[in-house]
């Protein structure tokens, strides 16, 4: 009975030492980039263990610095309002493989609303 215990319990191990392929360790850290599109400027943000995101986005032509919040999943899609209160969207994917970022933006504050694309790629951990 025990050996058919140990055996078991073997396979288990095994079988949870699996790699794990969606989790957020390859995320965590910073990441920074540029964006374009009616504005133009850099952004940065941290990606903390638990998934959030926090950072700042700056402006070229007001010289504004906004605030970005918000969570990435453990398979790299990125969900971020920009200011506060919300007065836009920030919104992508991360990638493991290459460590590089893409997504869209939008501002509506203050009016006309502004939008584009943006990119990046992870700078340190």
């Not at 850290?29 to 540029?34: K, L, V």
């Not at 400027?41 to 906004?66: C, F, I, M, P, R």
Request: include cysteine.
């Amino acid at each position: 009975m025990k050996k058919i215990f140990l055996l078991l319990l073997t396979a288990f191990l095994f079988v949870g030492c699996g790699k794990d392929e969606d989790t957020i360790y390859d995320f965590i850290g910073t990441w920074a980039g540029t964006y374009e599109g009616t504005e133009k400027g850099d952004w940065n943000v941290v990606v903390a263990t638990d998934g959030k995101v926090t950072g700042t986005l700056h402006s070229d032509q007001t010289t504004e610095n906004y605030y970005i919040s918000g969570h990435l999943s453990e398979s790299g899609d990125l969900v971020a309002t920009i200011g506060f209160p919300e007065d836009g969207e920030f919104r992508g994917t991360f990638t493991r493989e290459d460590k590089k970022a893409t997504g869209t933006w939008s501002n509506a504050v203050p009016t006309p609303t502004r939008s584009g694309t943006w990119k990046g790629a992870k700078t340190s951990k």
